[in-house]
């Protein structure tokens, strides 16, 4: 996906069919449309503490942090929705 928006930027392209989130990093290109939400399955990034992991209290900080309303903003911010 990113390298069809790298092409889209470069102008080797016209067009290209890339997520929104990556779109939205973009200055070079211009959203002409969306899929509407029904026409695929939505992409969810999960996060989880391994429980064999060796840094279990340093992952659960982690993963605590990334769930804050700062950080939940600044997802948001580029285009990714909050599951409920």
């Known amino acids: 996906v990113r390298q069809v928006l790298t092409w ?39 996060v989880a503490v391994l429980k064999d992991s060796r840094h279990q209290k340093e992952a659960q900080k982690f993963a605590d942090y990334l769930k804050t309303d700062e950080i939940l903003k600044l997802f948001e911010s580029y285009g990714f929705q909050r599951i409920k």
Not at 9 to 30: F, H, I, P, R, W
Request: glycine share 8%; proline share 8%; with cysteine.
């Open 8 to 46: 889209v930027e470069s102008g080797e392209v016209d067009c290209g069919v890339v997520y929104m989130t990556d779109a939205k990093l973009s200055k070079k290109v211009k959203v002409v449309c969306g899929a509407p939400k029904e026409a695929a399955y939505p992409v969810i990034y999960p």
